[in-house]
Every structure is written in C-alpha cells, then in structure tokens.
C-alpha cells in the first residue's frame, strides 16, 4: 500500500490547477453504453475511480482509448451484461451501469457495489424507480439481477433526490421511447455534465439542475462528445487548504455558479474569496467559527463531499463549531483519527461533532478511511507540527489527481512512498 509522508507547517501560495468533476465523468462514462457509435469524452481526470471504470468498460466488450485526457468508447459490440465482482466492489459508481445496460440489452447482473463506507448507500430508490419504468430487479447477498419487461415513458417521482438513482433514470429515459418526467430529481452540477453529454448523443432533456428533470427518449443513440466540467469539491478543499495554512493560492478554473454555497460557509468562517471569472483567490489570515452550525444537505445546499475538510478548518477557528452532516452516519467517524493529532473534538452521534478551536495539530502516522476524510487527513497533516504519514494513499487517489505532486508545486512538503 501506498502512503503520503507529510511535513506540516508550511505555508500554501501560488497556483493550482482544478481538476475535472470526478462525480460528473463517471456517469459520462456509463452512459456511453447507451451509444452505438464512438463517444468521445474530454479533460479526463487522472484518478483511479476512472482507471476501473474503463477496465469495466472493456470487460462488457467496450473498446476504450485513453489519451492525453481524452477518452474515446466504441460501445458499438456490448458482448458481456455481468460487471466483474473484483471491479465492481472496488467503485461505487458501477451502479450507474445499471440504467444504460438495461436500456441498451434489456438486461444486466450488477454486484453489490463497493466503494467508500460512509453509510448505508442501498439502491432502493434506483429499483424503485426503474421497476415503474418497467423493469424487473431481484437480488441475492452478492448480486442484482435486471431485466427489461416492458419500457414505459412514464412520470417518476423519487424518494429521494439521490444523485445516482436521478443519474440512472436519465440513462434509462434516453433509451425508452418518448417522455419521461423525473421529479424530486437531484440537481447536483454534475446532472447538468450527464444532461450535456447525453444531449450531444441526441436526447432532448430540458429541466437538469432542478428538481424536474423532462426526458424525451429515442430508440437509438449515436456517439456523443462533451468536455467534463471542473470540480468544485476540489475547488472547496483547496481554497480550505489555503486558509488552514495562511496561504494565498489561486483556484482555478472554476465554474462559480457551482460555489455559491460554499463561498457563503467558508466567508462565515472568515475566509478571504475573491472570485474572477473562472479563478478563485484566498489568502486568509484568521479564522473565526460561525455563530450557527455547519449543515451538509442535498444541492444547492452545503455539500456532503467537503464536510470531512471543512471539520479541519474549525480545527483552526476560534470559537467551537457544531458540524452536522444529516446525510451519512458514519461521515463523522474519521474525527478519531483528528483527535489523535490533538483535535479537541466531541462526537455527539453519528452525524454530528462540536470543534473547538483554535488547536495545534502534531504528526501522526494514520490511514485514510475514505476518499474525503483521507483528504482531510492531509490538510490535517499539511497544518501539524512535525511528520505525519497517511496510509493508504490510494483512497485518496482515487479522487484526487496528482495530489502529491500538485501540493507540491505550492509549497507542501508531502512525496509519495510505496515502502
């Protein structure tokens, strides 16, 4: 396993390079299945979450290039309807491969999927939804089984806005013939990417980023085109990193339409944001806690992905700090390790912490949990007194790209070892 050695207290400036929407460029991928031509997809991220979507991607017959960040699929010969288990318990995002293979052969067996344990992430309301679109789905402890009974262009209203089960809809919809209407739908801005691409292929879909999402199906798809936008979950974690650390980077590109909520929590906290067009500048010199709690919720609220470094920064606030993320039970869970690093945290239940700030944070050797919380690990070490070892740095690739040499470049003292 792979690990980030860290040596903290060193000040963040110059500029960084957002990367893609890691959460939009998945469900790109999956709804190329639906095409019977060539898509093309650009400004790819380097991630491993990618790497293992296009090995799937090949496994159901898929030919797939990748170069200079683009990916080109030539989903024209699907041969194989059964994700690989290994591949499938190593990404959550093999769900979104329910929706197209359904749509496009009319059956799939789909694993359980893997991913990040952040909490419960069942797939009810994916088979609720697709079950009123006329598909039939039954399940065993390893596995679900799919299949198409009759297409229906119906109106669907979830029962919850989930993000992959809105994603998985779109797919199925653009393949069944005549309008469908998705309502609770989620509006994250990678619906908007998904909605793009699957236009390019010939869809009609009006109402993407709202809770109302009209699709008008074809019987057939021809190969779309669509550049991935930039992240603003990374865009959040590095304008946290340059707080935390006193520093003064610019952020960019970045679409700020996608930031607002965002831009309005880290400016409670006192944070400097100076937004020009598609860059963000901050250069913070202190940081006060809020007077009122930090909620995660469903978009356009404060989102779920940038809870983990956000509980970092109230390390460094004055004042305490009531962190709530309602949507995962176990979000909070990594906080231990903050703790350890001398952290003066209070876990109230699963889904909420109280900060006290300000505390000085020293190294410690920890593993990353998760995607996120592993990110926020490295802020955590980027800001501690002496050495810090991250464990298991492949979670944290798998949605941050470079991130060691690209915190390098501004200034942190952090390499990469397989030792």
Same mark, same amino acid.
């Given at each position: 396993m ?13 500029k960084?390079k ?6 939009a460029?998945?469900?790109?991928m999956a709804?190329?299945?639906l095409?019977?031509?060539?898509s ?5 991220p380097e ?8 090995n799937i ?11 200079e960040?683009t ?9 194989n ?6 591949l ?12 197209p ?6 059956e799939?067996?789909?694993?359980h999927p893997?991913?990040?344990?952040? !909490?419960?992430?069942? =797939?009810f ?5 697709l079950?009123k679109?006329?598909?039939? +789905?039954? &399940? @065993? *402890?390893?596995m ?11 109106k ?9 089960g809105?994603?998985?809809v779109?797919m199925?919809a653009?393949?069944?013939d ?15 990417d ?6 390019s292929?010939?869809?009609t879909?009006?109402g ?13 798809l021809?190969g ?9 979950i990374?865009? !959040?974690?590095?304008? =946290? ?12 590109? +970045?679409? &700020? @339409? *996608? ?10 906290f006192?944070v400097?944001?100076k ?5 963000l ?14 909620q ?7 989102p ?7 509980i970092?920064?109230?390390t ?5 700090t009531l962190?709530?993320d ?32 300000k ?9 990353s949990?998760? +995607? ?15 050495k810090s ?5 492949e979670?944290v690739?798998r949605g941050?790209?470079n991130?060691?040499k690209?915190?390098r470049?501004?200034?942190?003292d ?6």
């Open positions: 792979a690990k980030f050695i860290i040596n903290g207290r060193n000040r963040l400036e110059g960084i957002v990367a893609a929407n890691k959460n460029v998945l469900p790109v709804a190329t299945l095409c019977e031509g060539t093309i997809i650009h400004n790819v991630i491993k979450d990618v790497e293992v979507m296009v991607l090949r496994k159901l017959g898929a030919k797939v290039t990748l170069s960040r990916l080109t699929v030539d989903s024209s010969n699907i041969t309807l059964e994700i690989p288990r290994d499938a318990q190593r990404l959550r995002a093999s769900v979104l491969l329910l929706g293979l359904l749509a496009r052969a009319g799939v067996k789909l694993p893997g991913g990040d344990v952040i !909490g419960r992430r069942g =797939i309301t994916h088979i609720s939804a079950t679109l006329g598909v039939q +789905i039954t &399940q @065993d *402890d390893l679900y089984y799919g299949k198409v009974i009759q297409k229906n262009a119906v669907v209203f979830l029962d919850e806005p989930s993000v992959t809105t994603e998985n779109m199925y653009a393949l069944t005549g309008e469908t209407v998705i309502e609770n739908a989620a509006a994250e801005p990678h619906i908007v998904l909605s793009r691409f699957l236009a292929a010939g869809v879909i009006e993407a980023g709202t809770s109302r999402i009209r699709i008008i199906g074809k019987k057939s021809k779309g085109e669509y550049t991935i936008s930039p992240d603003p990374e865009a !959040g974690t590095f304008a =946290i990193a340059s707080a935390v650390t006193k520093g003064d980077l610019e952020i960019g590109p +970045i679409v &700020q @339409d *996608d930031m607002q909520m965002i831009k309005i929590v880290l400016e409670r006192g400097n944001l937004f020009d067009k598609d860059k500048r901050v250069n913070s010199k202190e940081i006060t806690a809020p007077l009122r709690p930090v995660a919720m469903v978009w356009p609220g404060f779920t992905d940038l809870m983990s470094p956000l970092v920064l109230a460094q606030a004055e004042r305490q962190c709530h309602p949507l995962y039970e176990s979000r909070m869970f990594f906080v231990d390790k903050l703790i350890r690093m001398g952290a003066h945290i209070t876990i109230c239940d699963p889904h909420r912490v109280i900060v006290y700030g505390s000085n944070l020293y190294g410690r050797e920890l593993a949990p998760d +995607i996120r919380a592993g990110m926020a690990l490295v802020l955590a070490a980027l800001i501690a007194e002496g070892v991250i464990d298991q740095a979670i690739e941050y790209e991130i060691d690209r915190l470049i501004i200034g942190a952090i390499k990469r070892s397989n030792d």
